[in-house]
């Protein structure tokens, strides 16, 4: 049994206050490296995750020393307004913590999502039945506001599950400011298709802790589309697994960290059932001073996982001095027995060759910045099947795209 794991068991953490197991735990977690990927901590025991001194992988690139309102234990908080629009046959109801549990949820696996399934007040659970085919998109929308001068405190834990062979595209939008820590827990039938888009669009001085869970029936596909441009500090953490074999799961996203955001995207794909596939596919750009974002992408393959097709790519465009994109693709492979399996990773800055190209045909600097751009995200944002969300979010990049001034060209 590795050490961490023997650490973590209460018998040999016996008569310790508090704060001594809390210390011990995170020192151990500094000092020895995990064997693997899948051997990380999953657990609803807000116990079994203390709080992050940025010395563990996981947290490394976060900034805690901001980031921390998110992470502490205050279980005064409230939760998001919501409102939604559902076609005929999808429901949205409130269920217990106990009744998610007993729906196949998977378990938390870091503090803020332990944090959020322990306190939020009430779960969402929007339920898709089985065979239903829906032609309307799913609309959820959250909303953050202050509480006095302060962005309030909020938990949230949204259930989804769509049931066998049943097929429909939900968005979650996401608006307003707080201090969020979040878990979407997606449950995928076997046959089902389904597509789960999240925008993240919230106010400037917004922190959210997000992670999504997602479970992939047999012979299901579900694609995972993250769109983040607002927020000071969001932090998005997608993990799929697969229920049975046959299991098909894209993760696509795209994000824009204009100056003094910080907009960090980690996806696990855990590979245990045979013959699935994933993709995963993430696009950002960067411009402003102290702009920051992080993609880190871990995809296991267990020795049970015969006959996986996996890749993951990331892609990072920087547009002006100051700027930082930091990208860690990382790859397990337990069996030889695969299909295949690879990973790319690029950050460069605007390529002045193309500008001088589009500039030399009549077309101004700022426009052509634009038309570069847009053509950098446009593959992933048309793979969004709703139009208007299409076209709301090449705006929104344009609007984003605007803030470049010429005098702080990269």
Known sequence: MPLLEKASRP??????PAAAVDHARAALAAVVPEQSRGQRTRSFDVADFPMPTGREEQWQFTPLDRFGAVLRDTPSGTHLAVDSELPQGVTMTTITREQARKLGIPAPQDRAAALAMAHAERVLHLSIPADTVTADTIRVRFVGSLRGSQPERVWSHLVVSAGRHS??????EHEGTARCSQVVSTLVGDGADLTVVSVQEW???TMHAAEHDVVVGRDAHVRHVAVTLGGRIVRVNTNITYAGPGGNAEAVGVYFADAGQHLEHRLFVDHSEPNCRSHVEYKGALQGQSARSVWVGDVL???SAEGTDTYELNRNLVLTEGARADSVPNLEIETGQIIGAGHASATGRFDDEQLFYLQARGIREDDARRLVVRGFFADIINRIPVAELQ???IQAVERELGAVTEENPA
């Open 301 to 303: 393959i267990r020795a």
């Open 203 to 205: 106010d400037e001085d």
């Open 167 to 172: 097929k429909a595209v939900v968005v979650l």
């Open 391 to 393: 076209g709301h979010l």
């Open 11 to 16: 018998a040999e953490l016996a008569g310790l």
